[in-house]
């Protein structure tokens, strides 16, 4: 049973920005590290970036620079900014803990950058 859930995907062209949000319950966003993730066609899913519950971040290498991840515990939210989007941005988001718990893998947002 999914513990969160995203929202906010769509299409986008090359260059532009999209945010993510991802919303749960207080103690999954509050005290636990929470962190995106994204599963392009053909390929395995993989870690965006996480964030602990000290605003502590992590960011895969070729998103640093490009998103930004944070938190508001107040409104249960989780939120992916994304900049310069390319088309290998083109993928299915998806919010869960981290590490990730397998029966946690909610539907995602599908967001899709393409011109």
């Known amino acids: 049973q999914a513990q969160l859930v995203e929202s906010g995907g769509g299409l986008v062209q090359p260059g532009e920005s999209l945010t993510l949000s991802c919303t749960g319950s207080v103690t999954v966003l509050a005290f636990r590290s929470v962190g995106w993730f994204r599963q392009a066609p053909g390929k395995q899913r993989e870690l965006v970036a996480s964030i602990a519950p000290d605003g502590t971040t992590e960011y895969a290498d070729s998103m640093k620079g490009r998103f930004i991840i944070s938190r508001n515990s107040a409104e249960n939210t989780m939120y992916l900014q994304m900049n310069s989007l390319e088309p290998e941005d083109t993928a299915i988001y998806y919010c869960?803990?981290?590490?990730?718990?397998?029966?946690?893998w909610g539907q995602g947002t599908q967001v899709t950058v393409s011109s």
């Open positions: 869960n803990v981290d590490p990730p718990l397998s029966r946690w």
